[in-house]
């Protein structure tokens, strides 16, 4: 089981503090996808952690850097203790929505611009940066739980500090490019779209609809949504559709096709293959073991 705190942008979660508490195990977990970014910090417990095709042996203090186009899942948890996890979840757009000197994308570059074949998603304990990062977790976890004045620029300062961290660690891995300074004009447009996918979010929604209500080529607008959100526009939707749909799994008694309408599906085949290809399951099983 697990609780969250957050802060909203135009009344809907940016950014969460998630805490986690998970009996041992031995199941063979289907690997899940996320729209969010991820850093998770072992606070106790040991096990095994399986991201795509790679197995991770994890312990107390470990740290996991996620970005949202990685599979994974916690195929094995060791008794007797419980896992004990503390995750931030967060949006790209809670770097980059107000670009005002240094608060730009680059902070994103340990999630976007890495070479896969050299990086290692287990930061372990026994590493004196794992400590670093674990400090500025508690402190933000502090500045949400308090709600200090200025807490949340306070929390997106600290998240920056932890980003620099990360990329100084993986700076022999990370895959810079000498690219031109940003025109603010397409963040504008990323600001706008991400703005008319929540408002219509259940609708029929498509990269064009969003495209024409922009004046913007489709292709243009696919190109800078992905940059700086590190997934495609229309894998987007689909997985915010899907994670709203898992909420109403757990908390509702909707049937399975009202759940489907409700989250922007236009039939249940769509809404099983879009929600398996995000979770691992299907809905049913995904209520059953819920």
């Not at 940066?129 to 306070?154: G, N, R, T, W």
């Not at 810079?176 to 996918?197: C, D, G, S, T």
């Not at 259940?202 to 992905?226: C, H, Q, T, V, W």
């Amino acid at each position: 089981m697990g609780s969250t705190e957050y802060i909203e942008l135009n009344g809907l979660p940016i950014l969460g503090v998630c805490y986690h508490d998970i009996p041992p195990r031995y199941e063979n977990h289907p690997q899940k996808l996320y729209h969010t970014l991820r850093i998770t910090f072992v606070e106790q417990g040991s096990g095994i952690w399986t991201i795509g095709n790679r197995n991770f042996k994890f312990s107390s203090g470990d740290i996991f850097i996620f970005n949202n186009n990685e599979y994974r899942s916690i195929s094995t948890i060791y008794p007797p203790q419980n896992l004990l996890l503390t995750v931030i979840d967060f949006e790209p757009r809670f770097i980059w929505s107000n670009q005002q000197d240094l608060f730009n994308s680059s902070y994103l570059k340990i999630f976007f611009e890495r070479k896969n074949n050299l990086f290692e998603n287990c930061i372990r304990h026994v590493n004196p940066v794992s400590l670093d990062l674990h400090k500025l977790m508690l402190e933000i976890q502090d500045e949400l739980a308090c709600k200090f004045p200025e807490y949340k620029q306070m929390i997106k300062v600290k998240l920056l500090n932890i980003l620099v961290i990360l990329n100084r660690y993986y700076s022999n891995i990370l895959d810079i490019r000498n690219e031109p300074p940003v025109p603010q004009q397409h963040f504008a447009l990323v600001i706008k779209a991400l703005e008319y996918i929540e408002d219509h979010l259940y609708e029929n929604l498509s990269r064009d609809d969003i495209a024409i209500m922009l004046n913007i080529n489709p292709s243009g607008l696919s190109k800078f949504f992905k940059k700086y959100n590190g997934i495609g526009l229309t894998q987007y939707i689909i997985k915010k559709r899907i994670h709203k749909s898992v909420e109403l799994l757990e908390s509702s008694n909707l049937s399975i096709l009202e759940i489907a309408n409700s989250c922007g599906f236009n039939s249940s085949a769509n809404f099983y293959k879009a929600f398996k290809s995000v979770t691992g399951n299907i809905p049913s099983h995904y209520r059953k073991t819920q």
